[in-house]
């Protein structure tokens, strides 16, 4: 079963007539935003993520959603925009503005620490070209520990939204 998440009903429209015209039968599109995933905990195996995560004002809260929607043993596998980890926020957003992928990438430290606080594992970033002075496209893997303690978050706190 693979499930595809997007804000907007643009988005989810093309991605339903792609796959109906794809004949895919165990796809599944729900209307959401990377910060409160409206699935149940341990449901995914797999997170895929192409290049929106630096788009989202709440790193955090993504990385955390992520996380708790895993299975234990579950893994991500992420494209995004990444910063050297000299540059500062107000020198990312001289090279690009938020909404051009750059100015909220975060740093390769901050990337794997965001991770870790979420309880992410073998985590590998590797840069796959430089994008601009000091920004990058990366690739980005993490793994959810097998023997994850299972935390789910109570309604109010995955009431609290923010979008980009």
């Known amino acids: 079963k693979v499930y595809g998440l997007d804000m907007t009903e643009e988005m989810l429209a093309l991605a339903i007539k792609n796959r109906d015209e794809a004949g895919a039968t165990n796809v599944e599109f729900l209307k959401g935003y990377i910060e409160d995933i409206p699935l149940p905990p341990n449901t995914v195996d797999v997170v895929i993520s192409n290049c929106v995560i630096n788009l989202s004002t709440d790193k955090t809260r993504v990385f955390a959603e992520m996380h708790r929607v895993l299975r234990p043993g579950g893994r991500i596998g992420i494209s995004d925009v990444v910063a050297d980890n000299e540059l500062t926020a107000s020198q990312r957003a001289e090279?690009?503005?938020?909404?051009?992928?750059?100015?909220?990438?975060?740093?390769?430290?901050?990337?794997e620490a965001g991770l870790r606080a979420a309880g992410f594992e073998d985590i590998h970033i590797v840069?796959?070209?430089e994008y601009?002075?000091?920004?990058?496209s990366a690739i980005v893997k993490a793994t959810?520990?097998?023997?994850?303690?299972?935390?789910?978050l109570t309604a109010p706190a995955r009431?609290?939204?923010?979008?980009c």
């Open 159 to 163: 009431a609290q939204k923010t979008c």
């Open 144 to 152: 959810k520990s097998s023997a994850a303690e299972q935390s789910v």
């Open 95 to 111: 090279r690009g503005t938020y909404v051009g992928c750059v100015a909220g990438s975060l740093s390769f430290e901050e990337y």
């Open 132 to 136: 601009l002075p000091g920004i990058h």
């Open 127 to 129: 840069s796959t070209s």
